[in-house]
Every structure is written in structure tokens, then in C-alpha cells.
């Protein structure tokens, strides 16, 4: 099995910085992408930023600038800095790897997330 634990979500006031780390173990035999998504109290969970294996990132609209997604592909750890938070970046922050297993294919997996909330 595959296991992904977030790390580092806490309370900021407005303007402040956190910094998000996923790691993952387990059978992974490559990973095709990473990334962070979150989800607010009565929305749905929405993209926060990903990486794939190339290291290409992408972001969403509301964060660019603001937030930065890296990788440590030795140790298979993610970490998302985010900078300048606003209270609309309150939310759970859930960690979610595309990956291969050895015998078993393709898959993907959702770590159990991380709260995130910015006082204004």
C-alpha cells in the first residue's frame, strides 16, 4: 500500500506564511505526478497546485504568486510554501500522489489532509 501524511497546517494571521510537507511510503515503483489540493467548509475540493515527475508545475489562478510546490523526489516528499495568506486559503489540505505500483498498474492516493486556517 500506498501512504501520504501532510504535515505543517496551523493557524496564521493574515500575511503570514506556511509551509505544507506530504510524504509518501510504501510501494511506489514511480510517481507521475503530485499535488495539493484543498476544500472550504461547504465547497468542493478544488486543485491547489501540482508537480509531475519533470517537474512541471501548475497552480491555480488564486494562488500563483502567492504559493510555491516543490519536491524532494530522493525522499519522496512534497511541500507547498505558501506566502501572503488571505483568510479565503482557510481549508483542508489534502495531499494526492499518481503513482505506479510494481504488479499493480496505475493509481492514485489521497493523504488524510491538513487544516489550514488564516485569521484576518
Known amino acids: 500500500q500506498v501512504q501520504l501524511v501532510e504535515s505543517g497546517g496551523g493557524l496564521v494571521q493574515a500575511g503570514g506564511s506556511l509551509r505544507l510537507s506530504c510524504a509518501a511510503s510504501?510501494?511506489?515503483?514511480?510517481?507521475?505526478?503530485m499535488g495539493w489540493y484543498r476544500q472550504a467548509p461547504g465547497k468542493q475540493r478544488e486543485l491547489v497546485a501540482s508537480i509531475t515527475a519533470g517537474g512541471t508545475t501548475n497552480y491555480a489562478d488564486s494562488v500563483k504568486g502567492r504559493f510555491t510546490i516543490s519536491r524532494d523526489t530522493a525522499k519522496n516528499t512534497m511541500f507547498l510554501q505558501m506566502n501572503s495568506l488571505k483568510p479565503e486559503d482557510t481549508a483542508v489540505y489534502y495531499c494526492?500522489?499518481?503513482?505506479?505500483?510494481?504488479?499493480?498498474?496505475?493509481?492514485?492516493?489521497w493523504g488524510k489532509g491538513t487544516q489550514v486556517t488564516v485569521s484576518s
Open positions: 510504501g510501494t511506489i515503483a514511480s510517481i507521475n505526478a
Open positions: 494526492h500522489l499518481d503513482g505506479n505500483r510494481r504488479y499493480f498498474g496505475r493509481s492514485d492516493w
